[in-house]
């Protein structure tokens, strides 16, 4: 039967699009969500003249939305923009031909059921099974919600795009169009650690009790910091990001979930990024456990789990402990994304703590991550109020219920020792030491 229902909603790539009207909105799967061939057919319409004024939302553009609807000579075709910054759109953020949208990760679901009108959403989804249900696989965030609250749903399935459970799942009757793809998913490989990644790993690792339930991101300080969780045991995963070192920490042993409140014994996540040995890891795997980022990242959800370690990074840190963790050089370099929802929701956990973690300094150690104040106009990710701990290479410090001053001499001990005497000085103009 829904084999049935299945082929008669089978079509191509164009043919599937061609439904969508002028001034639609259309919001599309993110990272290994991104369907490759619908978003190249909507950028053919577009770029033919036969689709005006679309309105395109996405969240961490990556290769596949890149070579198609971000293709430069679609930029005055076509409005585009995203929740999320990255290397893919980043310059044309920074023109102004792509739109950032400012939010907290968690509240994006929401957003699109209660303040958009959305058209259209095109997504990639696993193969359907016998009882008719796709699976979202490695992407659940804000998906599954457009997903329903949308005019018309066109998924791209593909056999590579692993079936994941949890609240990830999709059925045939829910679906108006479907188009057949099969293409290899795109691989984040993570970068090897530096060697101040690596003393950061170490500090983290130290901080993190047998049992805990943790949260980290993807690149070299995440990466340390699960090899030196390997003498650890029972800890659990409740993360927006599911990552490789937290597959290889599961494999090992180390990660149980025994010890969870929430979901016992599930690896609970909103998206995985990384290798094809994650995805085949993941794919009809009973313990791994996806649902929308409107779950994940709500912080009061986040702090029921007790000895909650959540663990993210930052661009710069003032002398205030305000965080920076998006913004460059005057422009929107990334985004929130769920750093704030985590800070907050792991400091609110029985035992949990929030960890920001970050170099010294950039740029061949020329400039200090320290600084004394933010140049004016950069955006605050996580206020003063809500930072925990820091760690960088040199070090961990605590700031809660620490006063101005007292704050001060804390976050100058993180920097570079070539910075310390002109961060005191600066530190003393403004009166906090």
Same mark, same amino acid.
């Not at 599954?144 to 692993?162: F, G, K, S």
């Given at each position: 039967m829904y084999r049935e229902e299945y082929r008669s909603k089978l079509t191509t790539a164009a043919q599937a699009v061609a439904a969508i009207p002028d001034s639609a909105t259309v919001?599309?799967?993110?990272?290994?969500g991104e369907p490759p061939a619908l978003l190249a057919a909507i950028a053919d319409r577009v770029r033919s003249g036969n689709l005006r004024d679309l309105k395109v939302y996405s969240l961490l553009p990556m290769a596949n939305a890149a070579a198609t609807i971000l293709s430069p000579d679609l930029a005055g075709l076509l409005h585009s923009h995203c929740w999320f910054v990255s290397g893919s759109d980043r310059?044309?953020?920074?023109?102004?031909?792509?739109?950032?949208?400012?939010n907290q990760f968690h509240q994006i679901p929401r957003l699109i059921r209660d303040f958009m009108e959305v058209d259209t959403t095109v997504t990639t989804v696993s193969s359907m099974d016998r009882a008719g249900f796709f699976s979202f696989g490695t992407v659940n965030d804000y998906i599954?919600?457009?997903?329903?609250?949308?005019?018309?749903?066109?998924?791209?399935?593909?056999?590579?795009?692993?079936r994941v459970f949890g609240d990830s799942l999709l059925h045939v009757s829910e679906v108006d169009t479907i188009v057949e793809n099969d293409v290899p998913l795109v691989e984040l490989i993570p970068s090897a650690p530096k060697p101040e990644a690596e003393i950061i790993g170490k500090h983290i690792a130290a901080m993190v009790p047998d049992g805990a339930t943790i949260q980290l991101g993807l690149g070299g300080i995440p990466n340390a910091v699960c090899?030196?969780?390997?003498?650890?045991?029972?800890?659990?995963?409740? =993360?927006?990001?599911?990552? &490789?070192? #937290?597959?290889?920490?599961?494999?090992?042993?180390?990660?149980?979930?025994?010890?969870?409140?929430?979901h016992n014994r599930k690896h609970v996540f909103t998206n995985a990024m990384g290798d094809q040995e994650l995805y085949e890891f993941m794919h009809d795997n009973p313990s791994m456990e996806s649902y929308p980022v409107s779950y994940t990242n709500d912080p009061q959800v986040i702090a029921q789990n007790d000895n909650m370690i959540s663990i993210n990074s930052t661009i710069e840190v003032d002398l205030l402990g305000q965080c920076n963790s998006e913004y460059l050089g005057g422009f929107?370099?990334?985004g929130t994304g769920g750093q704030l929802d985590y800070v907050r929701g792991a400091f609110n956990s029985k035992g949990g703590k929030s960890i920001i973690a970050f170099y010294s300094t950039a740029h061949n150690g020329e400039v200090s991550r320290v600084v004394s104040r933010?140049?004016?106009? =950069?955006?605050?990710?996580? &206020?003063? #109020?809500?930072?925990?701990?820091?760690?960088?290479?040199?070090?961990?410090?605590?700031?809660m219920g620490k006063s101005l001053g007292e704050r001060a001499q804390e976050i100058v001990k993180l920097a570079h020792p070539k910075f310390r005497d002109g961060l005191l000085e600066e530190a003393r103009k403004m009166c906090l030491v």
């Open positions: 919001v599309h799967g993110m990272a290994t310059d044309q953020v920074r023109s102004g031909k792509h739109l950032f949208v400012p599954t919600t457009a997903a329903l609250h949308c005019r018309r749903l066109i998924v791209e399935v593909n056999p590579r795009m692993p090899n030196y969780l390997e003498g650890h045991r029972d800890l659990g995963i409740h =993360t927006e990001l599911l990552c &490789p070192g #937290m597959m290889h920490l599961i494999k090992k042993g180390v990660i149980t979930g025994r010890w969870k409140n929430l929107e370099f990334s933010f140049t004016p106009g =950069t955006v605050v990710t996580t &206020p003063r #109020m809500d930072t925990h701990y820091l760690v960088t290479e040199y070090g961990v410090v605590n700031l």
